[in-house]
């Protein structure tokens, strides 16, 4: 068996690798994070919009509508 010790013909190759990454921008961080983020404010603001139109009823509307996704969630999980 070969063991796992670094080879003296393998020490440029990883030598090479450590010079060539490229520094990550901050940018690069939150470029995956803003679509999530735009699309949870749109969904705030759409039922702050709802309740300002409907009122009360339109507050419970964002429940009724997860207690139907988790019945049929239940319903694909016991189905396996």
Do not use: E
């Not at 690798?17 to 961080?29: F, L, N, T, V």
């Not at 339109?58 to 139907?68: D, E, G, M, R, Y």
């Amino acid at each position: 068996m070969k063991d796992l010790s670094l080879d003296l013909i393998d020490a440029p190759v990883a030598l090479d690798m450590a010079q060539h990454q490229s520094p990550r921008s901050g940018a690069d961080d939150w470029a995956g994070a803003t679509k999530p983020l735009l699309a949870i404010l749109l969904y705030v603001l759409l039922w702050a919009l709802a309740i300002a139109v409907w009122g009360l009823p339109a507050l419970f509307l964002p429940a009724v509508a997860k207690a139907f996704a988790m019945v049929v969630v239940l319903v694909l999980i016991t189905r396996g």
